[in-house]
């Protein structure tokens, strides 16, 4: 149904497992810093992706710098949080096990937390990144006088129509992932005090409200950028 966007769609994807299975991952092995790889690898995946889209043009390039902010915030969030609170990688479940097998491969695992919401929150950054872009570009392409105020206003409006299901989107798809956590939490009927506080749900929440205020705070920085991009001269 897509045809050749469709079809670049699916290369895109391809090439973004590629890029997790056989860069992130064997950087991580090695120990390497995981969040700076895991954003070069965003950065890099992120390109690519939106190349194969729509090739080389102002529309790429707007949604692409625009991405890379948004998984940069949420990445930041992140690790903020993890500065505020005792969380970090060796509160997630796999922990044990990692430190168990990859401790003679020098893998770090303090920050894979931080680098796992940077992975998880791409798609949603990446839709509402093209999803603000494209539609302001085709206001420029019928308006080319619009002023540069006039066309940042409208990116912020067509952003505001997305962000709220994106953030659902996000949110969603971690309750989703954590579903089993959580029937066992109602199945025990833990005192909610308890269940906010649990690693296990407190990872879900850092992760659910880094990603969202990374999708909030792309919609500005994207619409700026477009709106000087265009109508600069």
């Known amino acids: 149904l897509g045809g050749k966007k469709g079809a670049a769609a699916v290369l895109g994807l391809a090439f973004n497992m590629f890029s997790i299975w056989f860069l992130l991952i064997p950087l991580l092995k090695r120990g390497f810093p995981s969040i700076p790889s895991a954003i070069l690898i965003v950065a890099f995946a992120t390109s690519v992706s939106l190349l194969l889209l729509n090739g080389f043009s102002k529309k790429t390039f ?3 710098i625009g991405c890379i902010g948004g998984v940069a915030i949420a990445g930041l969030i992140a690790f903020i949080a993890g500065k505020l ?10 922990a044990e096990e990692l430190v ?19 992975i998880s929150s791409l798609g949603a950054v990446m839709d509402i990144s093209m999803s603000v872009v494209s539609p302001m570009a085709e206001i420029y392409e019928i ?18 129509d997305t962000m709220g299901t994106m ?33 296990l749900m407190t990872i879900e929440i850092i992760q659910g409200l880094a990603g969202s205020i990374g999708i909030v705070l792309t919609v500005p920085l994207v619409s700026l950028l477009t709106a000087f991009i265009y109508t600069r001269k």
């Open 167 to 199: 953030a659902n989107t996000l949110i969603l798809a971690f309750a989703g992932a954590s579903l089993n956590m959580l029937i066992l939490f109602r199945i025990f009927d833990y005192p909610y005090m308890q269940v906010f506080n649990s690693d």
């Open 85 to 94: 609170t005792p969380i970090n990688g060796f509160n997630m479940p796999e």
């Open 100 to 118: 168990l097998r990859a401790s003679d491969s020098g893998l770090r695992i303090s920050g894979l937390l931080v680098s796992g919401i940077l």
């Open 143 to 160: 308006n080319p006088r619009i002023l540069q105020k006039d066309l940042f206003k409208s990116g912020l409006n067509i952003g505001r």
């Open 62 to 64: 707007c949604a692409a």
